[in-house]
């Protein structure tokens, strides 16, 4: 599995970034698209999840209500629609890959065993 994240970028606060995660290579099945993010300083954290296929997706507390984890199987590819951005969402953001997880497990990161090179978003005015 080949993962390549795309899409961040310098925005201001209250602004929207769209990250992308294009997939390769999937073998199997029943796999979990992840997003993650790490600041400077700070331990990975949870952004959003969604199952490949049937689409249930679930998310990190703080990202509730103002990002959104998508897909388009056919083209490969998981987004993360970010809106009203604010300063503490500067960070790396990553996107992974994992099988068979149950909901309660999509949150952690120790569960995804594919990882992609990460896309820097920066929230400044």
């Known amino acids: 599995v080949q993962l390549q994240a795309s899409g961040g970028g310098l925005v201001q606060p209250g602004g929207s970034l769209k990250l992308s995660c294009t997939v390769s290579?999937?073998?199997?099945?029943?796999?979990?698209m992840g997003w993650f993010r790490q600041a400077i300083g700070k331990e990975r954290e949870f952004v959003a999840a969604?199952?490949?296929?049937?689409?249930?997706?679930t998310y990190g507390g703080s990202m509730k209500g103002r990002f959104t984890i998508s897909k388009a199987n056919a083209k490969n590819t998981v987004y993360l629609q970010m809106n009203s951005l604010e300063p503490e969402d500067t960070a790396v953001y990553y996107c992974?890959?994992?099988?068979?997880?149950?909901?309660?497990?999509?949150?952690?990161?120790?569960?995804?065993?594919?990882w992609g090179q990460g896309t820097q978003v920066t929230v400044s005015s």
């Open positions: 969604i199952r490949w296929s049937g689409g249930g997706s």
């Open positions: 992974a890959a994992a099988q068979r997880l149950i909901i309660s497990s999509m949150s952690n990161e120790r569960n995804y065993p594919y």
């Open positions: 290579r999937l073998t199997g099945s029943d796999y979990v």
